[in-house]
């Protein structure tokens, strides 16, 4: 009866060595598994502010020029201010456009001298005629505070106006 008792549990233990193996397998492989989820296996859009740890965030994380001011603190905000700089070069205001004109009898020539308002210096000049496409000719003066347009009216028939356009401005 011994005899028999021994060898039926010699028989049982390749069975149980087994499924002891088997029960060890299923256990570690089931939590290897659940452990590794990458962006795939996360819908779009399901990833709110409440699954992100506090300060786990780096700036390679944040895509370049998504963040405003108003996604940050007014502290930050105000760290952001550098001291005011110094004043920037002189430049040119107070621009005007200063027209003058006269009349060119037919086959005639003629000239008309516009100057900028006291104080103001002399950008541009441009000179016209109102019913030809005759050349003209501008000088400017060597102030450069004025101009004088210089035309001929090769029509026979018709009288024409010269005019002198000037684009004057304070210039510091």
Known sequence: MFSNALGSVRRSIPTIAIAGVLVAVSATSGATAALVITGNDIKNGTVTTKDIKNDNL?????????????????????????????????????????????????????????????GKRLLSAAASMSNSYDGTAVDINAAGTGATAYAYNFSTTTAETLTVDLVCANVT
């Open 58 to 118: 780096k700036s390679k994380d944040i895509k370049n020029g998504t963040l405003k001011t108003a996604d940050l603190k007014s502290s930050t905000v105000e760290d952001l201010k550098g001291a005011t700089g110094p004043a920037g070069a002189p430049g040119v205001s107070g621009y005007q456009i200063v027209t003058a004109s006269t009349p060119i009898a037919a086959e005639g020539d003629a000239s008309v001298a516009a100057t900028c308002p006291t």
